[in-house]
């Protein structure tokens, strides 16, 4: 018997592959179309010439991860021990889903906003565990921690948290990471924080880390990805970090799966964080991104939610359409050459506000292109 009956192929592998096929402009999976920072590349060149190509230790190349540790003192005010409280992982989704398999006994309830990035509820869901869906608050997909406060049970485990999120582009603002920190604090509730945009925010606001909040750094996975900061998605490259009896418990798991990560790739991420500007200037490039795709569809039929962070944006259709958005998406690919992800696979329950999700981490010119098509709808 499956033990995931009602998971079938995901938006991203189906909508890329329907891309493909119709020679559309792929906006929907979230990776860049432009080259990565060719220092980088050279730099995992030279690892590999000087010989870094067999097994680092278990949680990571031992420099590597006291430059994190010093980046997040630096960024989070947040002291970690690097020996104990970080795991270089195959990515983000492994670190969330390691974190997830770690604490979670059958019955557990988590708690995950919707929509929501869509590993988190299969990854709940095959540990026996039980999905609590608290949908973000519709048009702003804000969070109304009330309701949060109302789905809290003694079986409730954890709560998956994201920031800036996948889909909507939105973030969670001080208040939100203060309410939480209140709404746990007499529980023993464990966040897993998605925190994999860190460095992707908009018009001068700050990514609110946990590990900024001692209260909810204590019982936190905060959980990173190299790819989506280094236009690297194909990397496959992150990390967790949690307190030490946290993390203990998410490396018995670790070390008997991916036991150790890509030597050559975390020996040149040190050496590339030592540049002050390694990540400063993300935000601004993707922020440029997504003033410069606005500004060529303003005058389109499309109506564009805010976007303050990540790779995307949400476009309302209702203005064209009254199709499912599935329907309406999986049209725009075939039509019009566009590809985009329609935001009600993102929920559970299938809610449709007509709403796609547009990545704008593209080249310009594909942007223009894209910008094209779209005004002709
Ligand atoms: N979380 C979110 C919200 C994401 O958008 C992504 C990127 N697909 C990930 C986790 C996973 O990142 P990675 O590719 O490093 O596994
Ligand atoms: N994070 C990317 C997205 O949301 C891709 C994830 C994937 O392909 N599994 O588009």
Known sequence: MSKLPATGTNIFTIMSALATTHQAINLGQGFPDYQMDATLVNLVHTAMQEGFNQYVPMSGYTPLLQTLANKIETLYHHQINPATDIT??????YAIYTALISILHPGDEVIVFQPCYDSYIPNIIINGAIPVLVDLEFPGFTIDWEKVKSKITHKTRAIIINSPHN???????ENDLLALQQIILDTNIIIISD??????????????????????????FACFSFGKVFNATGWKLGYAVAPQHLMNEFKK???????????????????YLQQ????????????????YFSELIKTSKFNLLPSKGSFFICADYSGISTEPDTQFAIRLTEQYKIATIPLSVFYENKTDNRIIRVCFAKKESTLQQAAEKILSI
Do not use: W
Request: proline share 7%; hydrophobic share 25%.
């Open 88 to 93: 270089i992982t195959p990515g983000g989704t």
């Open 167 to 173: 889909p909507t582009g939105t973030i969670l603002y």
């Open 195 to 220: 925190e994999v945009y860190e460095h992707i925010v908009f018009d001068n606001e700050k990514h609110e880390s946990v590990l900024k909040y001692p209260e909810l750094a204590n019982r936190s």
């Open 253 to 271: 798991v670790h070390q008997y799966n991916a036991f150790s990560c890509n030597s050559p790739m975390q020996v040149a991420i040190h050496h």
């Open 276 to 291: 002050p500007d390694s990540y400063r200037q993300l935000s601004t490039i993707q922020q440029q991104k997504r003033d």
